[in-house]
């Protein structure tokens, strides 16, 4: 595709419910990470995919939290009984070979938990 | 967990002036990335240096590194408005995949 998609653009979601973000990630890139951006701060690693290798999830906050890939193509978000902390902007976003190569983001899914 | 530091943490100037913004870690980096950030959107990847390089050139930016420092800056020069946005650098520790991300820099250019 022409870049990194990720939906929905915007979710609100009410406490204590479930949610799904999406993301596809560019074809062929093999690495694969999730941010999250709260309003006017910097990015917190959650988790990182590469390949076919075991997935990075040191950054993953609860176990609340989490994540899957099949194989190099779209990764799911999940976070299961949202808290109004959960509210913020989850970034997704994929490189060609992981290491160095630059990082291609989405637009990000804006999650709002009420 | 360990973070860049970025300085200043906001900027606002009037068009056609320079802008400079500056990165520091405690921890040595491997390579650096800038990324720029426009409101409500994701980050686009603007230039990288590597470890072996002091500075690096790319149409009105101008990145350096001082690897002794553990800092990088980046200068746009001949600043406009579109260059408002949020700047961050992000570089690697040692192997470890990850990178480590500053918390940016709000660059506010007035026309």
């Known amino acids: 595709g022409a870049g990194v998609s990720q939906s929905p653009s915007n979710k609100v979601t009410e406490k204590g419910k479930d949610v799904e973000l999406r993301c596809d990630p560019i074809s062929g890139h093999t690495a694969l990470y999730w941010y999250r951006q709260r309003l006017g701060q910097g990015l917190e690693f959650l988790i990182y995919?590469?390949?076919?290798?075991?997935?990075?999830k040191s950054g993953l906050p609860s176990d609340r939290f989490s994540a899957e890939r099949t194989g190099e193509s779209v990764s799911t978000l999940t976070i299961q009984r949202t808290q109004q902390e959960d509210s913020a902007v989850y970034l997704c976003?994929?490189?060609?070979?992981?290491?160095?190569?630059?990082?291609?983001f989405g637009n990000g899914t804006r999650l709002t938990v009420t | 967990s360990q973070q860049g530091e970025e300085d200043p943490q906001a900027l606002s100037i009037q068009e056609g002036e320079n802008a400079t913004m500056n990165c520091s870690y405690k921890?040595?980096?491997?390579?650096l990335q800038w990324y720029r950030q426009n409101s409500g959107r994701g980050l686009v990847h603007l230039i990288l240096i590597r470890s072996n390089e002091r500075e690096k050139h790319s149409g009105r930016l101008r990145v350096t590194l001082d690897t002794s420092k553990k800092s990088s800056s980046l200068l746009i020069t001949a600043s406009r408005a579109a260059d408002t946005a949020s700047y961050f650098c992000?570089?690697?520790?040692?192997?470890?995949?990850?990178?480590?991300w500053g918390l940016g820099t709000s660059l506010a250019v007035n026309p």
């Open positions: 921890t040595s980096i491997n390579n």
């Open positions: 976003a994929s490189s060609s070979t992981g290491g160095d190569s630059p990082l291609h």
């Open positions: 995919f590469q390949g076919n290798s075991a997935p990075d």
């Open positions: 992000a570089g690697r520790a040692g192997n470890n995949r990850k990178l480590i």
